[in-house]
């Protein structure tokens, strides 16, 4: 099963679209590097008009379509390890995978963020934290009490026991381990 729907517009103008994003010279890997818009994340996008509307993709994905056919449910256009540049949409350098496939690229070639260079790091606003954070037992206001009630010398235990969180939660808390955005 595949999820891409056919375009609505002539294919020739969307791939002369695409080209006009696309720099084919400029790298010694010949890779075909994206000029275009990119997303948070250095891959391009560009907006394809389909049947039902116009919706933006991601530029190597759309590559990846035209040039090798349609991209399996459930599985990621990767770029092989020689090329490893996400503006890269040489057909000839894209591959399907899994997310496993994609990390182990990652960690090969050193591209795999971590400490400074992760997403994260580099963009804190896309992050979800304290009470926004999916699992989180505490709010923002709670948290800010057992930080004041630590201050005034309670004991961890007794503060984790009043807020129903475990005394690890609660030491990572005023030692500013977890909920540093607060301070």
């Known amino acids: 099963m595949y999820y891409w729907l056919m375009p609505k517009l002539d294919v ?10 696309v720099d084919r010279t400029s790298s010694p890997k010949g890779c075909w590097i994206w000029t275009g818009t990119l ?4 891959y391009g996008r560009i907006k394809i008009t389909f049947t039902d509307g116009t919706f933006e993709r991601l530029a190597h994905r759309v590559s990846y379509r035209w ?3 349609p991209i399996p449910m459930g599985l990621l256009v990767c770029h092989i390890r020689a090329c490893s540049d996400s503006t890269c949409v040489n057909p000839a350098h894209l591959y399907t ?3 496993q496939d994609n ?3 990652r960690v090969a070639v050193g591209n795999q963020p971590k400490g400074r260079t992760h997403h994260m790091h580099l963009h804190p606003e896309y992050a979800a934290r304290g009470a926004a954070a999916g699992r989180s037992k505490l709010t923002d206001v709670q948290v800010r009490v057992a930080r004041a009630l630590h201050r005034r010398d309670h004991m961890i235990k007794s503060i984790a ?3 129903g ?3 690890t939660a609660i030491s990572a808390i005023v030692h500013s381990k ?3 955005h607060l301070w």
Do not use: P
């Open 103 to 105: 990390t182990d690229d």
């Open 161 to 163: 026991r009043r807020f």
């Open 12 to 21: 020739n103008e969307q791939r002369d679209r695409f080209f006009s994003h």
């Open 97 to 99: 995978g899994t997310d």
């Open 39 to 42: 997303n948070a994340s250095g």
């Open 67 to 69: 040039w090798k056919g």
């Open 178 to 180: 977890t909920w540093r």
């Open 165 to 167: 969180v475990t005394a």
